[in-house]
């Protein structure tokens, strides 16, 4: 007997849901990759930016950036037969850090958004990640008029290990953001086991 979700269709028994975290700094594309992949319409807590916001969240290299996420963004993709991905988009501003150690609970892998023109600024992501024990990929989002930098350049930049896979595209673009997704499904399964962060 499958499970009925919320738009009718059941699941079955045997398939693996996977909580999956996208993190990454302020404006680099989380909602984004989010709403380009979700088969459900994604749940968006985007509000628009304020004078208020704008005196502390840093908004260099941003200036058409008009919302932001002050809590979460949800959505679900099933990848196959078996394997549903519930993704949950966190907020990206320093002040929202124990809201992002809270959306991480449970999760058994994560995303890590990386935009070509604030390379280092995703390394606060990748810390976490890495800090949870999580499995993560890192996904480049190349911006029109950034730099193209070589796949060697980023992954050392970022500090990443061999194992860990770095795929570019972008984010806006359905087939792009699922690449994203596949490459951590298959990160995951190579791994000995799948527990949940704690």
């Given at each position: 007997?499958g499970s009925n979700d919320s738009d009718g269709r059941y699941l079955a028994s045997d398939t693996r849901s996977v909580k999956v975290v996208v993190l990454g700094p302020f404006g680099v594309g989380k909602t984004t990759l989010v709403g380009a992949v979700s088969e459900i319409r994604p749940a968006s807590t985007e509000e628009h930016m304020t004078q208020?916001?704008?005196?502390?969240?840093?908004?260099?290299?941003?200036?058409?950036?008009?919302?932001?996420?002050?809590?979460?963004?949800?959505?679900?993709?099933?990848?196959?037969?078996?394997?549903?991905?519930?993704?949950?988009?966190?907020?990206?501003?320093?002040?929202?850090?124990?809201?992002?150690?809270?959306?991480?609970?449970?999760?058994?892998?994560?995303?890590?958004?990386?935009?070509?023109?604030?390379?280092?600024?995703?390394?606060?992501?990748?810390?976490?990640?890495?800090?949870?024990?999580?499995?993560?990929?890192?996904?480049?989002?190349?911006?029109?008029?950034?730099?193209?930098?070589?796949?060697?350049?980023?992954?050392?930049?970022?500090?990443?290990?061999?194992?860990?896979?770095?795929?570019?595209?972008?984010?806006?673009?359905?087939?792009?953001?699922?690449?994203?997704?596949?490459?951590?499904?298959?990160?995951?399964?190579?791994?000995?086991?799948?527990?949940?962060?704690?």
């Amino acid at each position: 007997m499958g499970s009925n979700d919320s738009d009718g269709r059941y699941l079955a028994s045997d398939t693996r849901s996977v909580k999956v975290v996208v993190l990454g700094p302020f404006g680099v594309g989380k909602t984004t990759l989010v709403g380009a992949v979700s088969e459900i319409r994604p749940a968006s807590t985007e509000e628009h930016m304020t004078q208020a916001g704008e005196l502390v969240d840093d908004l260099h290299g941003l200036k058409d950036k008009e919302t932001t996420t002050v809590a979460l963004d949800f959505g679900r993709i099933t990848l196959g037969p078996d394997i549903v991905l519930y993704l949950f988009g966190a907020p990206g501003q320093k002040r929202f850090s124990r809201m992002v150690d809270n959306l991480m609970i449970g999760a058994l892998g994560g995303v890590a958004l990386v935009d070509t023109a604030r390379v280092t600024e995703s390394w606060d992501a990748i810390g976490r990640l890495e800090a949870a024990g999580l499995p993560y990929v890192v996904a480049v989002n190349p911006r029109t008029g950034s730099p193209a930098y070589s796949r060697e350049y980023l992954r050392t930049a970022l500090d990443l290990d061999d194992a860990t896979p770095l795929v570019v595209g972008d984010v806006r673009e359905r087939q792009s953001a699922k690449g994203a997704l596949v490459a951590l499904v298959k990160h995951l399964l190579s791994r000995p086991s799948l527990e949940p962060a704690p």
